[in-house]
């Protein structure tokens, strides 16, 4: 809830997973990709806890298949020796694939942001 209270503060989209859900928290990084994370905690005794945090991207999959789509009329117009077209379509294909990891990092660098600023550091653990 502390994580999810700073991404907040920082303006950014966050959803919580349900009760089956197999991740924690998605952040949004933009219209085009997102990370989900997973949290686990192991107590170790005598007062210590060691917390994991998992994450990876999501991409849609309306986004997905516009870059494959994008991808695939490139290669067509190459095929068919329309270079006009198919450097166009190569380029929105690239600008979107750029797009999608460029979200998917904003993401990742909002969440890294809020564990550092969630109060909480090694030293209080051990």
Not at 45 to 55: A, K, N, Y
Not at 78 to 85: K, P, T
Not at 113 to 119: R, Y
């Amino acid at each position: 809830e502390n994580i999810e209270a700073t991404l907040r503060t920082q303006s950014v989209a966050v959803l919580r997973g349900g009760d089956y859900d197999r991740w924690d928290l998605e952040v949004r990084g933009g219209l085009f990709g997102s990370i989900r994370t997973c949290m686990a905690v192991e107590d170790h005794g005598s007062g210590t806890q060691l917390v994991r945090f998992r994450t990876w991207p999501r991409i849609g999959a309306l986004e997905t298949l516009l870059a494959v789509l994008l991808v695939l009329l490139t290669i067509l117009a190459a095929i068919d020796q329309a270079w006009l077209a198919s450097i166009i379509l190569g380029v929105v294909a690239t600008a979107l694939v750029v797009r999608i990891f460029g979200d998917c990092s904003a993401a990742m660098s909002s969440f890294l942001s809020a564990l550092d600023q969630s109060g909480t550091t090694e030293e209080e653990w051990s």
